[in-house]
């Protein structure tokens, strides 16, 4: 990566995203987790489309991609703390997980290495 791709990455502009999986490696209804650089995303597929967010619970560090999914929002498997996988808000509004963009590319999920922000 060349200088100017890496600082325009450094300041939010150009998203950095790294292949993590296919389409078939996340069933619809399903969720699976990725170690991407330093961190651990969840991706749910969800009707057609596929979500990113740290697979983290800012609880109590429970594995969200464990957990059960009921639309748009999943319950983490460890003590129930729900979660838009669409906005990373916790369902009672005093929480949040990092939310990451995902790309669909034929077959191919990528996310982006940086969270939204
Ligand atoms: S660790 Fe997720 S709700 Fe406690």
């Avoid at 791709?5 to 389409?23: C, D, E, H, Q």
């Avoid at 669409?86 to 999920?109: K, N, P, R």
């Amino acid at each position: 990566m060349n200088a100017a791709v890496l600082a325009a990455n450094r300041s939010g502009l150009v998203p950095t995203f790294v292949k993590i999986a296919t389409t078939a490696d996340i069933p619809r209804g399903g969720a699976r987790a990725f170690a991407v650089g330093d961190r651990e995303i969840a991706v749910f597929h969800v009707g057609d489309r596929f979500y990113a967010i740290d697979n983290v619970c800012p609880h109590q560090g429970g594995p969200l991609a464990d957990g059960w999914v009921d639309g748009t929002v999943v319950t983490c498997p460890w003590h129930a703390w729900c979660f838009d996988v669409t906005t990373g808000e916790m369902t009672l509004g005093f929480s949040t997980v990092d939310t990451f963009e995902v790309q669909v590319d034929g077959s191919a999920i990528a996310v982006s290495l940086e969270p939204r922000t």
